[in-house]
């Protein structure tokens, strides 16, 4: 079973552009969550789709948006990006909602901005 | 709100040494607890979790960790690590707001580096 993918893998910007960030999940895996993993903050929750609805999200500003499309394929959106914003984007997914499941982690979209 | 501490930001040992990483969060409420490990250039993967029952957690590769509710901890432990033990490990805590919100928050990850 093919595991998260994630795309692009790099990504570089600069200050005031927007970006899209792909995920695929396993599948038959109906969540994915997203988190920005950064060296000073670490891993911090952005949101968590389930059947094309936000059910979980983080302490980020409205500039970070998300959504899932009837696949589970999930896009994360971040808008006048900020240098700040440089960081490891990370997909997860699980088979369902419960948080007994296991999350899959995805290789990451490392976004550099410029 | 909630947060998780990991005190060792770096830890170095020899191969056969043992190993406990310290993980404590801050929460009142009802907590699920996660080590994730990630080696060089691989994903982030799930060591073990705890969600009730038996406080002591087995997981892969011979990590265990324990829960202790009066301590808020969760520290891991391996009695005899080995070279490919050397990653980044990742505490994080599950937690539920009364309003069924639910949040993954993680610690800020210790460097394991084991020396041959």
């Known amino acids: 079973k093919a595991g998260v993918t994630q795309t692009p893998r790099y990504l570089i910007k600069t200050r005031g552009q927007q970006v899209t960030l792909s995920c695929s999940p396993i599948?038959?895996?109906?969540?994915v969550s997203w988190y920005q993993q950064t060296p000073g903050q670490g891993l911090q929750f952005l949101f968590e789709y389930f059947s094309e609805t936000q059910r979980n999200k983080g302490n980020f500003p409205g500039r970070f948006s998300g959504r899932q499309f009837s696949n589970s394929r999930s896009e994360m959106n971040v808008s006048t990006l900020e240098l700040g914003d440089s960081a490891l984007y990370l997909c997860?997914?699980?088979?369902?909602?419960?948080?007994?499941?296991?999350?899959?982690f995805g290789p990451g979209t490392r976004l550099t901005v410029l | 709100a909630q947060s998780v501490s990991q005190h060792n930001h770096h830890v170095i040992l020899s191969e056969a040494a043992s190993l406990e990483l310290g993980c404590n969060y801050s929460y009142g409420g009802t907590v699920n607890l996660f080590w994730y490990v990630q080696y060089p250039g691989q994903h982030l993967q799930l060591l073990l979790k705890?969600?009730?029952?038996?406080?002591l957690v087995k997981g892969i590769k011979g990590f265990e960790a324990e829960f202790i509710k009066s301590k808020f901890s969760f520290n891991l432990r391996k009695p005899s690590v080995q070279w490919s033990d050397t990653a980044e490990y990742f505490c994080?805590?599950?937690?539920?707001?009364?309003?069924?919100?639910?949040?993954?928050?993680f610690g800020t990850g210790t460097r394991l580096t084991i020396i041959p």
């Open positions: 599948s038959g895996h109906r969540s």
């Open positions: 994080a805590v599950l937690t539920r707001s009364n309003f069924g919100n639910e949040k993954l928050t």
């Open positions: 997860a997914s699980m088979t369902g909602p419960a948080s007994t499941d296991t999350q899959y």
């Open positions: 705890y969600f009730s029952g038996d406080p």
